[in-house]
């Protein structure tokens, strides 16, 4: 059987020392805002899509990109970590991954504003670094959002 895979974009949203991680109602985890990358969207677009529609921010990535100058190309902005996730599989069998391209934004409020089609704001916390080094979210999403506080930081 044939593996499916999709791309993905997840950011990791920063405000004053803080990332922005919801328990998302299918998997019962706390993540970032992110999803699929529809048909007509560049990875860095579907995650700057997704965090609009899920905490009615805007956000605006952390890029340290620098373009080539290709005279046919145009450079985008390059994930901070490219993960592949399994998402169904069965007796040693892979059926569908997630190509995930993962971006570090900051946004300059808190006040979370939800789509009229995503989880409501109940579902939304900004944790601190000691709030995520105390908590029993996945390593990777601890990780990934430490180095993203860490990256505002260097910006500020």
Not at 63 to 92: C, M
Not at 126 to 135: A, G, K, Q
């Amino acid at each position: 059987m044939e593996t499916t895979r999709h791309f993905t974009a997840t950011v990791y949203v920063i405000n004053d020392g803080a990332a922005a991680l919801h328990r998302h109602p299918k998997l019962g985890i706390r993540i970032p805002p992110g999803g699929h990358v529809d048909r007509d969207e560049l990875p860095h677009e579907a995650g700057l899509r997704e965090t609009r529609e899920e905490i009615g921010l805007e956000p605006t990535l952390l890029d340290g990109t620098e373009s080539i100058g290709a005279p046919n190309g145009e450079t985008l902005p390059r994930p901070r970590e490219q993960l592949l996730y399994t998402i169904d599989s069965h007796d040693g069998n892979i059926y569908h991954q997630h190509i995930d391209h993962v971006y570090f934004a900051t946004v300059s409020s808190r006040e979370i504003s939800p789509g009229p089609d995503e989880a409501g704001v109940d579902v939304w916390g900004w944790y601190t670094p000691e709030d995520l080094r105390e908590s029993d979210i996945d390593d990777d999403t601890v990780t990934l959002a430490l180095r993203a506080i860490e990256a505002a930081e260097e910006t500020e």
